[in-house]
């Protein structure tokens, strides 16, 4: 297997946002778990990503996994790597995003590396170096109120150049517009001066074609899934991928109970929980009983037993922000957010042994939580059900055949666990 493109995603969520957007432009992609091991079995695919829980950890095993991801891509084939980031920068002013992206364009042997989390497709759009998430700021968004990684600052020069250990400057929207030639020779200008990262502005998705294929002349690039859309494609453009269609038993049908999760504390989230409650059994988990142990998941799962033999049902642990705040205040940030993470986590193993074969997460740590638990290595992509989340077969999953939907909290329409439940059959 040579690919044509290597990816490392910071979690699992972003990462089966990019193996869809790749595999809609053509790209025979598969997401693995973690760096794969010598003994998984992949098809042959134009596009790998590598997804990893990355994104919230301590920077330095950051970089560790990050370099061990990119050592495994290069050595099949990847000329280019594209660090894949939230669409909302999500990131601390320790990190992740710097440290990762330095370390990587350090073994890339690149100048400078090209950086944009614009996705206009999905609301994401960068103007004058600032993020926008629809037609306001992302400081001004209600996405600034992430539990972990809140963002507060929409400058992404200022963001990255408090991580970085590189300078940073800007590729503007004027120079983008005038074409690929001025924005390599800004780049060249840029390098010249020292500057080792260059935020590109990014409004329309004709811009994200010219970033790709300027991209492709570096070995590194990094941001979100909009721009592996611009790399897939340049590769198609320029014949060095010939465009090829779903993998058609990614969508073949699993059958089985099915259930759905819910993390996230997004307003998206919670919008589509409260519509949820009129299609499917809802339980909302209490967070503080979650924290004093193990007696909310087993109630949460003694619950679902008796219930899953009727249909789909959905347990929920999200919460409004304030009420995430007053957890954290009780009981710390990262202690109440491990607690959640893995009482979903051990639910979702409960459910799987009791015949859950469908299975919808919403929330970035959460499904990198309950992916871990279910020791599934990888996935093939099937069909879209929002824009950003397919549907994903398990590959080499010890529970056998299972079909999952992995969903960032901001994503998908107000109805989306009946969306999702309707295409895993």
């Known amino acids: 297997m040579k690919l044509s493109l290597g990816c490392i995603a910071d979690d699992y969520t972003g990462a089966s946002d990019l193996a869809n957007t790749l595999t809609r432009c ?49 050595g099949r084939g990847a000329d280019h790597v594209l660090f894949k980031i939230c669409s909302t920068f999500d990131s601390t002013e320790a990190g992740n995003i710097g440290p990762v992206m330095d370390a990587l364009c350090a073994d890339s042997g690149d100048a400078i590396v090209l950086v944009t989390p614009a996705f206009p497709e999905t609301g994401r759009t960068v103007y004058q170096g600032n993020l926008f998430v629809g037609a306001v700021p992302l400081n001004e968004s209600p996405l600034k109120d992430h539990p972990l990684n809140p963002m507060h600052d929409s400058n992404l020069v200022r963001v990255l150049a408090r991580q970085s250990q590189t300078k940073v400057g800007l590729v503007d929207l004027a120079t983008l517009a005038r074409g690929e030639a001025s924005v390599r020779a800004r780049l060249a200008d840029l390098a010249g001066k020292g500057i080792g990262a260059a935020v590109i502005d990014a409004v329309f998705d004709r811009d ?32 060095k991928v010939r465009s090829n269609v779903a993998e058609a038993n990614a969508d073949a049908p699993v059958g089985g109970p099915a259930a759905c999760l819910a993390g996230s504390c997004s307003q998206a989230t919670l919008l589509q929980i409260a519509n949820a409650e009129k299609a499917m059994p809802v339980l909302h988990l209490d967070p503080d009983r979650v924290v004093a142990g193990p007696d909310e998941a087993r109630r949460a799962l003694a619950w679902a037993k008796e219930r899953i033999g009727d249909g789909p049902l959905l347990i929920a642990s999200s919460s409004t922000p304030d009420q995430v705040a007053a957890l954290q205040s009780r009981h710390g940030r990262d202690a109440a957010g491990h607690a959640i993470e893995q009482a979903m986590a051990d639910i979702a193993n409960g459910l799987v042994q009791s015949g859950v074969r469908r299975l919808v997460v919403a929330g970035g740590e959460t499904s990198g939580a309950v992916v871990d638990r279910l020791g599934i290595p990888g996935f093939l992509v099937g069909a879209e059900i929002a824009a950003g989340v397919p549907v994903l077969r398990a590959v080499g999953a010890k529970n056998g055949e299972m079909l999952l939907a992995l969903k960032s909290g901001n994503f998908g329409g107000a109805e989306f666990f009946s969306d999702a439940l309707k295409l895993m059959r």
């Open 26 to 74: 053509g790209l025979r992609t598969v997401q693995t778990i973690g760096v794969p091991s010598d003994d998984l079995a992949l098809p042959e695919v134009d596009a790998v990503v590598v997804s990893l829980k990355s994104r919230s950890i301590e920077a330095g095993l950051a970089v560790t996994r990050s370099r061990s991801a990119e050592k495994w891509l290069r």
């Open 208 to 239: 994200l074609e010219t970033i790709g294929n300027v991209a492709l002349d570096h070995r590194l690039s990094v941001g979100a899934s909009g721009i592996g859309l611009g790399l897939a494609r340049a590769l198609v453009a320029s014949g």
